[in-house]
């Protein structure tokens, strides 16, 4: 049974993901510079950043056990397995390097742990919380 207590414990573990392997990227970036790479910011990663900042905000109202949380949280989701479904090829090319399985890994980590608010908003009694 997951309590209230829990479930923050685990918002506080995705959000702890997040930035875990957000300064990853950073550090392999930092000391694997991509040598021909296009720095110009275009249409999807605008599109790929508002996403990025209404999950983070999905979170917080999940946090704060807020009914638009859920709603919010779930739309996200999905707009991000779209997303990743009709990607461009460049999102799919990964240069190797010493920090890409701890990427990878973490990464993973954030989906397990996307299961498990999923699993918590729906089929829970934390459902009730969300009404």
């Known amino acids: 049974m997951i309590t209230e ?3 923050k414990k685990i918002i506080q573990t995705q ?8 300064v990853l990227v950073v550090f392999e970036t930092e000391i694997y510079p991509l040598v021909d790479e296009d720095l110009s ?20 109202l999940l946090y ?3 009914p638009l949380g859920k709603k ?3 739309i996200i989701l999905i707009l991000g397995l779209i997303m990743t ?11 190797y390097t010493s920090f890409t399985p701890f990427i990878y890994a ?7 742990v996307d299961g498990i608010i999923l699993a918590s908003l729906f089929l829970t009694t934390l459902k009730e919380k969300f009404s």
Do not use: H, Q
């Not at 910011?41 to 917080?60: C, E, H």
């Not at 973490?106 to 397990?112: A, G, K, P, Y």
């Open 85 to 95: 479904l009709l990607g461009n090829e460049d999102f799919f090319i990964i240069e």
């Open 5 to 7: 207590k829990i479930f």
């Open 41 to 60: 910011f275009t249409f999807s990663d605008s599109i790929s950043l508002m996403w990025a900042i209404g999950y983070i905000i999905s979170i917080r």
């Open 72 to 74: 919010l949280y779930v």
């Open 106 to 112: 973490f990464e993973n980590l954030i989906f397990l």
């Open 15 to 22: 959000f702890a993901l997040i930035i875990t392997t957000f």
């Open 64 to 66: 704060k056990f807020k």
